[in-house]
Protein backbone atom coordinates (compact mmCIF):
# COMPACT_ATOMS: atom_id res chain seq x y z
CA UNK A 1 0.00 0.00 0.00
CA UNK A 2 1.51 3.47 -1.17
CA UNK A 3 0.25 5.47 1.53
CA UNK A 4 -0.85 5.27 5.27
CA UNK A 5 -3.60 6.91 6.38
CA UNK A 6 -4.25 7.53 10.13
CA UNK A 7 -6.39 9.49 12.46
CA UNK A 8 -5.01 10.07 16.53
CA UNK A 9 -6.96 11.86 18.09
CA UNK A 10 -5.85 12.02 21.56
CA UNK A 11 -7.49 13.87 24.91
CA UNK A 12 -4.81 15.26 26.97
CA UNK A 13 -4.96 15.49 30.84
CA UNK A 14 -2.54 16.86 33.13
CA UNK A 15 -2.36 19.58 36.02
CA UNK A 16 -0.08 21.98 37.43
CA UNK A 17 2.33 21.08 39.71
CA UNK A 18 0.74 19.77 43.67
CA UNK A 19 -2.92 20.98 41.85
CA UNK A 20 -1.91 24.79 42.65
CA UNK A 21 -4.67 26.99 41.63
CA UNK A 22 -1.98 29.22 39.32
CA UNK A 23 -3.54 29.79 36.18
CA UNK A 24 -5.26 32.81 36.34
CA UNK A 25 -7.55 34.08 33.52
CA UNK A 26 -4.75 36.30 32.10
CA UNK A 27 -2.76 33.16 32.19
CA UNK A 28 -4.76 31.17 30.61
CA UNK A 29 -5.49 33.51 28.29
CA UNK A 30 -1.76 33.53 26.79
CA UNK A 31 -1.14 30.52 27.63
CA UNK A 32 -3.68 28.23 25.68
CA UNK A 33 -2.84 29.69 22.51
CA UNK A 34 0.73 29.26 22.91
CA UNK A 35 0.59 25.34 23.40
CA UNK A 36 -1.64 25.52 20.56
CA UNK A 37 1.26 26.70 18.41
CA UNK A 38 3.50 24.75 20.71
CA UNK A 39 1.35 21.58 19.09
CA UNK A 40 1.67 22.93 15.50
CA UNK A 41 5.42 23.63 15.60
CA UNK A 42 5.17 19.50 16.06
CA UNK A 43 2.78 18.90 12.72
CA UNK A 44 0.23 18.07 14.87
CA UNK A 45 -3.16 19.86 15.46
CA UNK A 46 -4.67 21.05 18.87
CA UNK A 47 -8.51 21.03 17.89
CA UNK A 48 -8.95 22.91 21.19
CA UNK A 49 -7.26 23.63 24.64
CA UNK A 50 -9.54 24.43 27.30
CA UNK A 51 -9.00 24.14 30.98
CA UNK A 52 -8.78 25.45 34.78
CA UNK A 53 -6.95 27.45 37.56
CA UNK A 54 -5.25 23.97 38.47
CA UNK A 55 -5.34 21.47 35.29
CA UNK A 56 -5.41 21.36 31.49
CA UNK A 57 -7.35 19.62 28.31
CA UNK A 58 -6.15 19.06 24.97
CA UNK A 59 -7.67 17.30 22.32
CA UNK A 60 -4.90 16.44 19.85
CA UNK A 61 -4.62 15.26 16.43
CA UNK A 62 -1.19 13.90 16.43
CA UNK A 63 1.10 12.41 13.70
CA UNK A 64 1.89 9.08 13.36
CA UNK A 65 5.70 9.28 13.52
CA UNK A 66 5.17 11.17 17.48
CA UNK A 67 4.00 9.34 20.45
CA UNK A 68 1.93 10.65 23.21
CA UNK A 69 4.69 10.90 25.64
CA UNK A 70 6.99 13.14 23.65
CA UNK A 71 3.79 15.50 22.73
CA UNK A 72 3.52 16.00 26.31
CA UNK A 73 7.16 16.62 27.16
CA UNK A 74 7.18 18.90 24.71
CA UNK A 75 3.99 20.68 25.28
CA UNK A 76 5.03 20.97 29.13
CA UNK A 77 8.84 21.60 28.63
CA UNK A 78 8.04 24.76 26.54
CA UNK A 79 5.16 26.33 27.93
CA UNK A 80 6.75 26.44 31.24
CA UNK A 81 9.84 27.79 30.31
CA UNK A 82 7.39 30.28 28.21
CA UNK A 83 5.54 31.32 31.18
CA UNK A 84 8.77 31.86 33.18
CA UNK A 85 10.44 34.06 30.42
CA UNK A 86 7.05 35.93 30.31
CA UNK A 87 5.65 36.12 33.58
CA UNK A 88 9.16 36.14 36.19
CA UNK A 89 6.51 36.58 39.39
CA UNK A 90 5.47 33.38 38.10
CA UNK A 91 8.55 31.17 38.92
CA UNK A 92 6.83 28.64 40.78
CA UNK A 93 4.51 27.74 37.70
CA UNK A 94 5.03 23.89 37.00
CA UNK A 95 3.40 21.09 35.64
CA UNK A 96 2.50 17.83 37.25
CA UNK A 97 4.95 15.06 36.51
CA UNK A 98 2.26 12.84 35.10
CA UNK A 99 -0.75 12.46 32.76
CA UNK A 100 -3.90 11.06 31.49
CA UNK A 101 -4.37 10.50 27.71
CA UNK A 102 -6.93 8.64 26.36
CA UNK A 103 -7.90 7.58 22.43
CA UNK A 104 -11.13 9.58 21.11
CA UNK A 105 -13.26 7.63 18.54
CA UNK A 106 -14.65 9.79 15.35
CA UNK A 107 -18.15 9.08 16.83
CA UNK A 108 -17.04 10.77 20.15
CA UNK A 109 -15.44 13.78 18.60
CA UNK A 110 -18.04 16.05 19.26
CA UNK A 111 -19.19 15.38 22.70
CA UNK A 112 -15.18 15.53 24.05
CA UNK A 113 -14.83 18.56 22.42
CA UNK A 114 -17.67 19.93 24.34
CA UNK A 115 -16.60 19.02 27.49
CA UNK A 116 -13.56 20.25 27.32
CA UNK A 117 -14.93 23.56 25.98
CA UNK A 118 -17.32 23.06 29.00
CA UNK A 119 -14.52 23.18 31.68
CA UNK A 120 -16.32 26.49 33.82
CA UNK A 121 -19.46 24.81 34.06
CA UNK A 122 -18.89 21.13 34.56
CA UNK A 123 -16.40 21.95 37.41
CA UNK A 124 -18.65 23.79 39.39
CA UNK A 125 -20.00 20.49 40.35
CA UNK A 126 -17.28 18.70 40.15
CA UNK A 127 -13.22 19.16 41.37
CA UNK A 128 -10.26 18.17 39.51
CA UNK A 129 -9.01 15.09 41.50
CA UNK A 130 -13.20 13.52 41.31
CA UNK A 131 -13.06 14.78 37.08
CA UNK A 132 -9.43 12.65 36.60
CA UNK A 133 -10.58 9.89 38.56
CA UNK A 134 -13.93 9.05 36.62
CA UNK A 135 -11.86 9.82 33.65
CA UNK A 136 -9.85 6.72 34.28
CA UNK A 137 -12.53 4.66 35.52
CA UNK A 138 -14.61 5.71 32.38
CA UNK A 139 -11.37 4.64 30.26
CA UNK A 140 -11.23 1.67 32.06
CA UNK A 141 -7.54 2.96 32.80
CA UNK A 142 -6.09 0.78 36.30
CA UNK A 143 -4.70 2.83 39.02
CA UNK A 144 -4.23 3.05 42.29
CA UNK A 145 -6.03 5.78 43.82
CA UNK A 146 -2.88 6.05 47.11
CA UNK A 147 0.09 6.85 44.03
CA UNK A 148 -2.42 9.00 42.01
CA UNK A 149 -1.68 12.37 43.45
CA UNK A 150 2.19 11.84 44.60
Known sequence: MPHSFHR???HIVFGT???????????RSELFPYMGGIVREMGCTARLINGMEDHIHLLVDLRADI???E??????AN????????????RGFAWQTGYGAFTVSA???DSVFEYIRN?????RRVSWQEEFVALLRKHRVPFDEKFLWK
Open 67 to 69: SVA
Open 17 to 27: KDRIRCMDAEL
Open 79 to 90: SSRWVHEKWPRR
Open 107 to 109: SNE
Open 8 to 10: LLI
Open 71 to 76: CVRIVK
Open 119 to 123: QEEHH
